[in-house]
């Protein structure tokens, strides 16, 4: 196995407040080596970690003609006058899901898909950023609460299986977390989110 080394970078318009504050993560799963050096990471590379530190889910930006082009129809078809500008590759719970990036009237909509085993795609999330009167007190009282003081850098309302979470992207010293939160404030999950360029220390020698 090999050891890794990252360079945190502020992309995705979320600031770290840490700048390239190099951070050693030790003995990644090869599986992530592998994904990490599919992409292209200085376009954005990100870890998702549990409280203990492990990595739960890992994702790479991509642009519009990477995406598969079943997933591509499949988000347009749900705003046919919208424009792909890019995406990312998602790697969660032994899932590969796709986000398509989609553009319409100014705003902004992701658009999750996902392929069964028989190749068939289908939406299994929608996110957009949630305007300020669509945010219940609860859930913006629960967030301020979390994890200590820090700064609410985003809001997304996120659409699944029926059900409305929001998530709240939050900046708490050199840390950012997201906060999966339902409307009466339970919080759902909680996870390190370690957003960087990838830099390889001695990539090529195993240790």
Known sequence: MRTIRFGLLGVLALPLGCAAWPRDFGRLDP???????????????????????????????????????????VALGLAQNAVVRGGSRIVELRHETWEVELEHDGKRTAVRVRFDDEGVPHVVQTRRRAKTDEVPAAVLERAKSESGEGSIDAIELVEADASVVYHVTKTVGRETLRLAIQRDGTLVESLRLVRCGLGLVDASNPS
């Not at 970690?49 to 994702?59: H, N, Q, S």
């Open 31 to 73: 599986e992530v080596v592998a994904f990490a050096r599919s992409i292209d990471t200085s376009r954005g590379f990100e870890l998702a970690l549990d409280d203990d530190a492990r990595i739960v889910g890992y994702a790479g930006a991509v642009t519009t003609a990477e995406l598969p082009g079943l997933a591509r129809e």
